[in-house]
């Protein structure tokens, strides 16, 4: 079964063919039955595939498939073929599982929709794209995959494009990624001319090699990343993932926790050779991860819609990856990867349970007292807050924890207290959501008389998420418990960078220690605001109205993009419109069928369809030509 891992990514590319050709007539029952099946059987390739290559051991070649020739020009080479290592093992099983839970939970969530084949059908084609990313055997076909899951995010971010908020935030994702993506394919295009093999073997090993020096590889290696902060909503193409909540919540889940987002991350760590040639890139890694991580935590305190706090919760989480891959732990940040896929995968379902429960409310000041209405909901949520928070034991605590480890380890302070800060912001701001939410006496449309849990559809989803949240931290447990308790760092060696520890077990012991405080921290300090003081966000919020108004308004980024780029834009296309469309190019069409009329109209003139003028005529053009003959 392993040998026919090539068909991972193609068995729901072909579910997604046929929902899209014949879905509109296929009854729904068959419709959920087909897209769900073809991402369990990719699930359950990508299974045998992970324990092929555990049974071979570390050293065993990872499995290859070419299925045809592609391109050929010149010495350039790049067939159309799969590759499924370690790092794709762990990927695929990531998206096809989160993705598997996902299109269960969307059975339920989407019942009543009346485009539900066409929902199946974008979610088939985004694992399909997604798959493709992460089984690809070289950066070109990759980079097929990186443009589908940029598509498949407009298509469903768009879905209900009936609706104007949700159309506007399909088209800001589609053309935010453009930006990345421009920069993306410059990059691609230097690497490829320098090293001239697309495979990621040979890129990784052109440094050494020197086909690539460290001006290019930097230069190479920015370009690149730049495409990964608009795939991974970083600072400062992050803009479109908050307006992404537009569409259904279970797109919302699978583009944050499983697919879209954690392309860059993916990305970064394929490329790790690349990266680790450049100290100015891997730098420029590590502090855009660590500032957006602060920066999105600190916007994430105040949003009262349940699913943005969410939305720049990833972005935050997503810095924190980043930042692991920019001091060289890139085992770390799949790590975080890993664990974030079940436990953002959870919050996001867990608040499609609340708002499907409420009728669509999405504001966390309308809820309150849901705790006992919600029983399956509530502490599903709350598992996946513990785990995003840090709490000790769970595994967003172990992640976390490996990433600052490393930073610290490497001599990168402000980095570490950057990550530090944010696990705070993380822990206080999750918290707040709980309070809010699930205790308190219920508000407006929580006090509904209808609230109801789940149907079982969407609630077993969030029970095995809830059982992955608390418990996936154990495969890779901190170092000081023994080199081999790291199970997933362990697995990767080898396969992507990864920095080893050089800290005794006191100072390990000492950083874990922080770790957890500052998640507790955060906790406290969110029961005192929303649980001891219900007052007090309002008192503070008085108390500093600037600081208030400038993270209610998201620092002003968009309206400066607006701004600064935006408008400028549109103004430059109205002047070119008014200036060269339609004076100089309407004007020559203009003027070419002014012309054309009034040769028309003078011909018009001797076409009198009297017999006596065109025999007159006729007489004329005899005497003229024998005239001419005669001289």
Not at 342 to 370: P, Y
Request: hydrophobic share 55%; aromatic share 12%; with cysteine.
């Amino acid at each position: 079964m392993a040998e026919a891992f090539w068909l991972i990514p193609l068995i729901p590319g072909a579910g997604a063919l046929v929902l899209l050709l014949f879905g509109s007539r296929m009854p729904r029952r068959w419709v959920s039955w087909q897209s769900t099946l073809a991402v369990l059987a990719s699930f359950v390739l990508s299974a045998a595939g992970f324990a092929r290559l555990v049974r071979a051991g570390p050293d065993a070649p990872a499995l290859a498939k070419t299925l045809l020739p592609w391109i050929a020009s010149g010495s350039f080479v790049a067939e159309f073929a799969f590759s499924f290592d370690r790092l794709s093992a762990v990927m695929a099983l990531v998206v096809t599982g989160v993705g598997l839970l996902i299109h269960v939970y969307s059975v339920g969530y989407m019942a009543g929709d009346k485009a539900y084949a066409r929902y199946f059908a974008y979610l088939n084609l985004f694992m399909f794209f997604m798959l493709v990313l992460v089984t690809a055997s070289d950066i070109v076909l990759m980079f097929i995959g990186w443009e589908g899951v940029g598509l498949c995010s407009y298509l469903l971010i768009g879905f209900w494009f009936d609706r104007p908020a949700a159309a506007k935030a399909g088209l800001k994702a589609f053309v935010v990624n453009r930006v990345g993506d421009a920069a993306f394919i410059v990059g691609l295009l230097f690497l490829l001319t320098a090293v001239g093999d697309p495979s990621f073997a040979a890129i990784n090993a052109a440094p050494a090699a020197g086909l690539v020096g460290p001006g290019l590889a930097t230069l190479a290696a920015v370009l690149l990343f730049v495409g990964a902060t608009g795939k991974s909503a970083q600072i400062p193409l992050y803009v479109w993932l908050p307006d992404a909540m537009e569409g259904p919540t279970p797109v919302s889940a699978l583009i944050h926790a499983a697919t879209m987002v954690t392309a860059g991350v993916y990305m970064v760590s394929r490329l790790g050779g690349l990266f680790a040639a450049s100290p100015a890139a891997s730098a420029v890694v590590a502090w855009t991860g660590g500032l957006t991580a602060v920066f999105a935590a600190t916007v994430a305190l105040v949003q009262t819609d349940i699913k943005r706090v969410l939305a720049y919760s990833t972005i935050s989480q997503i810095g924190y990856m980043f930042l692991g891959c920019g001091v060289g732990a890139c085992a770390a940040g799949m790590f975080h990867l890993f664990t974030h896929a079940f436990f953002k995968s959870l919050l996001f379902l867990a608040a499609g349970s609340v708002i499907h429960a409420l009728g669509g409310e999405q504001d966390m000041r309308r809820m309150g007292g849901l705790r006992k209405r919600l029983p399956v909901t509530f502490p599903a949520f709350l598992v996946g807050a513990m785990a995003i928070a840090g709490v000790p034991f769970l595994s967003g605590f172990f992640s976390k924890d490996a990433i600052l480890t490393s930073a610290f380890a490497g001599g990168h302070y402000v980095l570490y207290g950057l990550g530090l800060a944010g696990a705070v912001l993380t822990a206080f701001y999750v918290f707040r959501m709980v309070f809010l939410t699930f205790y308190g006496e219920p508000r407006a449309a929580g006090a509904h008389p209808r609230v109801r849990e789940s149907p079982p559809v969407m609630t077993v989803p969030l029970v095995i998420l809830a059982a992955l949240s608390a418990l996936a931290g154990l495969a890779g447990l901190p170092v000081l418990l023994g080199g081999r308790a790291d199970l997933f760092g362990r697995f990767l060696e080898g396969v992507v960078v990864r920095t080893a520890h050089r800290l005794a077990a006191s100072s390990e012991v000492l950083l874990i220690l922080a770790a957890a405080a500052s998640a507790l921290a955060g906790i406290y300090l969110a029961f005192v605001f929303y649980r001891g003081s219900p007052a007090l966000p309002a008192r503070s919020a008085a108390r500093f109205p600037r600081l208030y108004r400038l993270l209610t308004g998201k620092y002003y980024v968009d309206e400066a993009y607006e701004a600064a780029i935006v408008r400028p834009l549109v103004r430059g296309a109205e002047l070119v419109y008014r200036r060269f469309d339609l004076e100089v190019v309407d004007g020559a069409l203009n003027a070419s069928a002014a012309a054309a009329r009034g040769a028309g109209q003078g011909l018009n003139t001797v076409q009198s369809g009297l017999l006596r003028d065109y025999a007159l005529a006729f007489l004329l053009g005899v005497v003229i030509f024998l005239g001419a003959l005669l001289l």
